[in-house]
Nanobody
């Protein structure tokens, strides 16, 4: 079992910034695929950004150039820096992890086993 704890959500205006944090157990970041997903009511959970054990990242097209993943292995924490936020970024954001993910399915939520409880991000116009 891998426990993931998210924090950092909140409410901002269009163009604002937030940083989400996902704290995991020791050594999780270096050994697992980890990522951020988001979901709004009535919609499927969408892959936002992921990082592989070797440090490669992948972003969904709608956040490229605005969102950035980083990690602090000493703190066992994965960060998602979100800039130039838009109302369409409003969602519940979840941190996820798994030990093995098919390369072509990195942003598919159904591939991930371990999930955090989520943190709400709201962007007003």
């Amino acid at each position: 079992q891998v426990q993931l704890v998210e924090s950092g959500g909140g409410s901002v205006q269009t163009g604002g910034s937030l940083r989400l944090s996902c704290t995991a157990a020791k050594d999780t970041l270096s050994s697992m695929y980890m990522g951020w997903f988001r979901q709004t009511p009535g919609k499927e959970r969408e892959g936002v950004a992921i990082i592989t054990p070797d440090g490669s990242t992948r972003y969904t097209d709608s956040v490229k150039g605005r969102f950035t993943l980083s990690q602090d292995n000493a703190k066992n924490t994965l960060y998602l820096e979100m800039n130039s936020l838009k109302p369409e970024d409003t969602a519940m954001y979840y941190c996820a992890a798994d030990r093995s993910i098919n390369f072509w399915l990195l942003l598919r939520s159904t591939e991930y086993t371990f999930w955090g409880q989520g943190t709400q991000v709201s962007v007003s116009s």
